[in-house]
């Protein structure tokens, strides 16, 4: 953690950890003589109390009090004893490997790092409880009855923890002044943030961690609302040029919705608008115009206002620049700086400025670095082809990395995961015998990992291009970073031919637009043909080369050249970093209830140098014979139904195949020529024959 980090943290840090981290010392060396470790009880309420949500998650710190400060707490890495990052889970583990720690660098207790993807609330009542009775102040007590989910005592054993699943979108997060001393005091936190831990549940309330957003919501209303009044009139104040008859926020997005250019505006709002815009950047910075112009340029109201919109996703709170900024910071800055006019108090003789067009300036556009999933092998926002031969493991490859997802665990290389949901769309394999069971096998959290039927009362869920919008609404529902499409050829539209180039790229658009706009990472998965002996495995492919090129990432299973019970996984395509090394893997299986031969697990064996079937880096560009290579092209065509030969024609001179040799493949497969009408109006269709 940085001295800049550790000075922002929103806890109280004394002088001496400062210090300490300036000259990069271990924090036990500053403070080495508090904490003794956890006692066996708190050790036995931790493990029988903490809900199981919590205690299978990966994201578990212990801390120290401080020195100057004795009420100041300081989150170490379980793993080194050093100061934890409240914004990086590689700097914590798990609740054994926290508890662990605590006796080996003499920590005074555990907590948790609360990131956005684990949609937990974290609310804080300080000051409301009787150490010595136990009783609990009554404005307290009521907001645990309405929270209604898991609660514990903090460490000072005069406050209490509510956990709740939901999220808090609101800019405010402490309220003070509460109960009869006005010593009482709500701070609500679901990002940036450590939260002891003690398991010391408090009697009566749930023992599980339930979602409850509408109390959350309308905990918000109720103790904040009073001070909306007096901060908006300081506001407009400050501006000079908002109304000065204040408005909630339902009544100014009410009215700018109903403005000249409303629709546009609720399009942005709703996190739609995609089609008018280059990219989601250029969308954010229309959508912060239009917040400049209707909150007069106030800066925290737009913050407010925009973690409330559909744009809105953890990456607004990342660093992105060099002096500090958040992405969100950054955006909001510069369409205040841009901000040429701003909303006087009528709607209807005001029209907010028009943010975007068919064009933009590249001068006005905002870069920031590629986003990974995993560093190397998937981008975020953008489309993976993973490709092999049947039976190399591809779908329980893309599991077992789901699995590590879902839990924020390293990934094969040891690189950070990003802890998230994932969504799993698969033709072949059916959820209740292969799909949870290779999940469980890998460890996944169950929570985070959700199914799209293939169909749904007769008609399939997902069809592509022309049937997106189930898998776009559970992406965005589950605010997944990671979809899986097993495999991809089984979700074209029929009228969609594999080997004609406009096809595939129509389709594949569609796609790259949905990774686009989400920002998850979607993994196609898809077979490679019966073309063995060809050294680059890029042209392995079924159909046509526009399915590799509208990747920015390919890669590649295949067997181990040394040993054949190993499998390797390579790039053949990596337009957005340099090729990283292949890494091994093999297959074994484990023992399964209810599974009389058990279920595969994947168990990584590190690096090789060099991998079977290296990408085009290796400089081997042999293709295969131009005969072969027609018959797959009539394969592929024909398989699901016979073709006009007219279209036959056409696509095979778009993927480069001469009509000599288009006809040579057709004898060579027996192909059929058969006619459907009469006259002028009879039609020619080459099919394949029954046998094929």
């Known amino acids: 953690?940085?001295?800049?980090?550790?000075?922002?943290?929103?806890?109280?840090?004394?002088?001496?950890?400062?210090?300490?981290?300036?000259?990069?010392?271990?924090?036990?060396?500053?403070?080495?003589?508090?904490?003794?470790?956890?006692?066996?009880?708190?050790?036995?309420?931790?493990?029988?109390?903490?809900?199981?949500?919590?205690?299978?998650?990966?994201?578990?710190?212990?801390?120290?009090?401080?020195?100057?400060?004795?009420?100041?707490?300081?989150?170490?890495?379980?793993?080194?004893?050093?100061?934890?990052?409240?914004?990086?889970?590689?700097?914590?583990?798990?609740?054994?490997?926290?508890?662990?720690?605590?006796?080996?660098?003499?920590?005074?207790?555990?907590?948790?790092?609360?990131?956005?993807?684990?949609?937990?609330?974290?609310?804080?009542?300080?000051?409301?409880?009787?150490?010595?009775?136990?009783?609990?102040?009554?404005?307290?007590?009521?907001?645990?009855?309405?929270?209604?989910?898991?609660?514990?005592?903090?460490?000072?054993?005069?406050?209490?923890?509510?956990?709740?699943?939901?999220?808090?979108?609101?800019?405010?997060?402490?309220?003070?002044?509460?109960?009869?001393?006005v010593d009482g005091k709500i701070e609500v936190y679901s990002r940036s943030r450590f939260f002891t831990v003690t398991g010391l549940h408090v009697e009566g309330t749930p023992t599980a961690i339930n979602r409850n957003q509408a109390a959350l919501d309308k905990m918000y209303?109720?103790?904040?609302?009073?001070?909306?009044?007096?901060?908006?009139?300081?506001?407009?104040?400050?501006?000079?040029?908002?109304?000065?008859?204040?408005?909630?926020?339902?009544?100014?997005?009410?009215?700018?919705?109903?403005?000249?250019?409303?629709?546009?505006?609720?399009?942005?709002?709703?996190?739609?608008?995609?089609?008018e815009y280059a990219s989601r950047s250029e969308a954010d910075m229309a959508l912060a115009g239009h917040l400049a112009f209707w909150?007069?340029?106030?800066?925290?109201?737009?913050?407010?206002?925009?973690?409330?919109?559909?744009?809105?996703?953890?990456?607004?709170?990342?660093?992105?620049?060099?002096?500090?900024?958040?992405?969100?910071?950054?955006?909001?800055?510069?369409?205040?700086?841009?901000?040429?006019?701003?909303?006087?108090?009528?709607?209807?003789?005001?029209?907010?400025?028009?943010?975007?067009?068919?064009?933009?300036?590249?001068?006005?556009?905002?870069?920031?670095?590629?986003?990974?999933?995993?560093?190397?092998?998937?981008?975020k926002g953008k489309l993976t082809l993973l490709e092999g031969d049947p039976g190399v493991a591809k779908s329980l490859l893309t599991l077992e990395l789901a699995a590590r997802i879902t839990k924020g665990l390293p990934m094969p290389d040891g690189s950070h995961c990003e802890r998230g949901s994932v969504v799993i769309v698969n033709a072949e394999d059916g959820p209740e015998d292969t799909v949870k069971p290779r999940l469980e096998v890998a460890g996944a959290d169950m929570r985070r990992c959700h199914w799209l039927n293939f169909s749904l009362e007769d008609q399939q869920t997902l069809i592509i291009p022309g049937r997106m919008d189930a898998l776009k609404k559970k992406i965005e529902e589950c605010k997944a970073v990671l979809v899986i499409i097993d495999p991809l050829v089984a979700f074209l539209e029929k009228r969609i031919n594999s080997w004609n180039d406009q096809d595939v790229r129509r389709a594949m658009a569609a796609l790259s637009q949905l990774a686009e706009q989400t920002g998850a990472a979607i993994v196609l998965i898809r077979h490679l043909n019966k073309k063995e002996d060809v050294k680059n495995k890029i042209y392995r492919g079924g159909g046509s080369i526009a399915f590799i090129a509208a990747v920015r990432s390919g890669l590649l299973v295949a067997p181990d050249s040394h040993d054949s019970s190993l499998r390797v996984l390579s790039t053949t395509k990596a337009n957005l970093?340099?090729?990283?090394?292949?890494?091994?893997?093999?297959?074994?299986?484990?023992?399964?209830?209810?599974?009389?031969?058990?279920?595969?697990?994947?168990?990584?064996?590190?690096?090789?140098?060099?991998?079977?079937?290296?990408?085009?880096?290796?400089?081997?560009?042999?293709k295969p014979s131009a005969l072969e290579d027609a018959k797959e092209f009539l394969r592929e065509s024909l398989g699901r139904r016979p073709q006009k030969s007219t279209q036959v024609y056409r696509d095979a001179r778009d993927s480069k195949i001469s009509i000599a040799t288009l006809l040579r493949a057709k004898t060579a497969l027996n192909i059929k020529a058969v006619r459907d009408g009469f006259g002028d109006e009879g039609v020619w269709y080459w099919k394949l024959p029954s046998a094929e």
């Open 221 to 275: 209303e109720r103790f904040w609302s009073i001070d909306s009044s007096k901060k908006s009139s300081s506001r407009s104040h400050a501006t000079g040029a908002r109304t000065q008859a204040i408005e909630d926020d339902a009544t100014l997005l009410k009215k700018a919705f109903a403005a000249e250019n409303g629709k546009k505006f609720k399009r942005l709002w709703d996190g739609e608008c995609q089609t």
């Open 295 to 379: 909150t007069g340029c106030d800066e925290e109201r737009m913050d407010s206002l925009f973690r409330q919109s559909g744009r809105f996703r953890p990456k607004w709170d990342e660093n992105h620049f060099a002096n500090g900024d958040t992405y969100l910071q950054h955006t909001i800055r510069v369409a205040i700086e841009n901000s040429t006019a701003t909303y006087g108090g009528d709607a209807s003789k005001t029209s907010p400025p028009d943010h975007g067009g068919v064009s933009v300036c590249i001068a006005d556009v905002q870069s920031h670095p590629v986003e990974w999933l995993w560093r190397g092998w998937i981008p």
């Open 577 to 622: 970093s340099s090729a990283p090394t292949p890494l091994i893997f093999g297959i074994e299986s484990v023992e399964y209830h209810g599974a009389e031969e058990g279920m595969p697990q994947i168990v990584w064996h590190g690096e090789q140098s060099q991998a079977i079937g290296r990408p085009a880096s290796a400089k081997v560009y042999d």
């Open 1 to 181: 953690m940085t001295v800049e980090a550790v000075k922002t943290n929103r806890v109280t840090y004394d002088s001496s950890i400062v210090h300490a981290a300036k000259n990069g010392k271990h924090l036990k060396e500053v403070n080495s003589t508090k904490g003794t470790g956890l006692s066996p009880q708190q050790r036995s309420q931790l493990e029988n109390n903490v809900p199981q949500l919590l205690r299978d998650a990966c994201g578990w710190v212990c801390w120290k009090f401080g020195v100057a400060d004795k009420l100041a707490k300081i989150p170490l890495d379980p793993k080194t004893g050093g100061l934890a990052d409240i914004n990086d889970t590689t700097t914590s583990g798990t609740l054994a490997e926290a508890m662990d720690a605590c006796g080996h660098f003499r920590a005074d207790g555990v907590g948790y790092l609360m990131v956005p993807l684990d949609h937990l609330v974290g609310v804080d009542l300080d000051k409301c409880r009787d150490a010595a009775t136990g009783k609990i102040i009554p404005w307290a007590a009521e907001v645990i009855r309405h929270l209604n989910s898991y609660t514990e005592v903090t460490p000072s054993g005069r406050g209490v923890r509510v956990w709740v699943e939901g999220k808090w979108p609101y800019s405010n997060n402490c309220r003070s002044g509460l109960g009869e001393n």
